[in-house]
């Protein structure tokens, strides 16, 4: 890649992705469109109110799909070694931090990156990468693979001039490039690249998609949350015309700014026969503006695939099934988030796999990804006492909210048994475990 083309990567980026992505940012900030909105006089300022969808959304998705950490487990004993090497990192909390956090960028940008180094003592780290520092060059065959990925970033020198800094990535080497620029026109005419080994034999920034046109999980309701804002922005601004309401005398004598004022304080007016006094209010239909709220709201939810928790629907102690249903669409999008980030987990593991040079593939540890979901545990154990003997222990084991692993669950059991049996072994015929006689 010549650095011509690198230019034109970078200015592409700015003007197709950048933009797109700063508006999301933007929204789950709080910062909506109803903050650009014109006052209608210049006497006030008109009512903008901002209704967090974009926050909720996320954090409802979010939790929903990783709210509980992802289980690892090997499908192959023989590789035991292997994947004890691996869970050093999947068992610490920075894992899991590190995944959670990849999820609320995907859910926010529709995409999320990871960047991963080689630190001075031969040991490897990796980074979450903000979508709007980085980007990721594509060859052109139908697959569409990653030949490079760029991260950057912009800051003023002492000369008051724009700098550049790129970091090219390919499947050997990372590139820094500096671009300098009299302004903010992404200019480029003074280039300096240093290379070296990034020490991976791949290139070493991970892509995480939220689907497969990477669209932010509040990207297609964008529309309807602005109507949202508009509409109570719009009734507060009607509230406030109707509290502002003019008092309109006819024919009463003595309307002087002193009279005006006694009538005030006095909150008494004498009018003659053919004299009248009325209020001029501007008359608010409420219920339309209410009506039209719920409208946006339910469509805002049925669009966005994401239920409303306020919901009378969600209170009561639901069975499963019933909860089920009331979940299905959130399942929907959670099932579509969990099949793009397993192909990136499977990335990460085998960038580790590669490095430490081991035997395991990433396709022999299974993952496991359980949903944030309330439990009605009387019923799971009902499930489980109706299933022995039908399925295995393990798999009954499993469907139990409050057992996270099934396997050590088992061995717990085993040690358990294993124990009373060596009491039984001991204790003398016609004596109880517990010393009694029988």
């Known amino acids: 890649m010549t650095v011509e083309d690198l230019k034109e990567a970078l200015e592409a980026f700015i003007k197709n992705e950048l933009p797109e992505l700063q508006k999301m940012e933007d929204y789950y900030s709080g910062k909506h469109n109803i903050l650009n909105k014109k006052n209608r006089t210049t006497d006030k300022e008109d009512a903008k109110l901002i209704h967090d969808y974009p926050g909720y959304i996320t954090t409802i998705a979010t939790a929903y799909f990783l709210g509980k950490p992802i289980s690892y487990t090997l499908q192959d004993d023989k590789l035991k070694k292997d994947f004890e090497k691996l869970s050093e990192y999947l068992s610490t909390e920075e894992e899991q931090q590190e995944n959670f956090e990849h999820s609320e960028n995907c859910s926010i940008f529709g995409k999320s990156y990871e960047l991963w180094y080689k630190n001075v003592d031969n040991t490897i ?39 550049y800094t790129l970091e090219v990535y390919d499947s050997t080497t990372v590139t820094t490039y500096e671009f300098l620029s009299e302004s903010d026109k992404k200019e480029v005419p003074n280039i300096k690249g240093v290379s070296k080994l990034h020490g991976f034999n791949q290139v070493p920034i991970i892509e995480f998609l939220n689907n497969k046109r990477a669209f932010g999980d509040f990207k297609k309701v964008v529309s309807l949350i602005d109507g949202y804002d508009e509409t109570a922005s719009t009734s507060v601004d009607d509230m406030t015309d109707f509290t502002d309401a003019l008092l309109v005398l006819t024919n009463v004598g003595g309307t002087d700014k002193e009279t005006l004022k006694k009538i005030k304080e006095d909150k008494l007016m004498l009018i003659d026969d053919d004299g009248d006094a009325k209020w001029l209010i501007k008359q608010v239909n409420d219920s339309y503006a209410q009506n039209n709220k719920n409208r946006l709201n339910q469509d805002i939810h049925k669009f966005s695939m994401i239920p409303d928790m306020q919901d009378k629907e969600f209170s009561g102690n639901s069975s499963g099934v019933a909860l089920g249903y009331k979940l299905l669409a959130l399942e929907q999008l959670a099932a579509q988030k969990e099949m793009h980030f397993k192909k990136a987990i499977n990335q990460r593991l085998q960038l580790m796999i590669d490095f430490h040079n081991l035997k395991i593939k990433a396709t022999d540890i299974q993952k496991v990804f359980t949903r944030n979901v309330p439990k009605n545990l009387v019923e799971a154990a009902d499930t489980a006492q109706k299933l022995q003997g039908i399925v295995s222990h393990e798999t009954i084991l499993s469907i139990l909210p409050f057992i996270e692993d099934a396997k050590v669950e088992l061995k717990k059991i085993k040690a358990e048994e294993d124990i009373n049996v060596m009491k039984d072994m001991n204790t003398p015929i016609g004596v109880g475990a517990d010393g009694s006689k029988e």
């Open 125 to 163: 780290g990796n980074v979450v990468v903000d979508p709007r520092d980085c980007f990721i060059l594509r060859d052109n065959t139908v697959k569409k693979e990653i030949t490079a990925a760029v991260r950057w970033d912009k800051t003023k020198n002492k000369e008051d001039k724009w700098v």
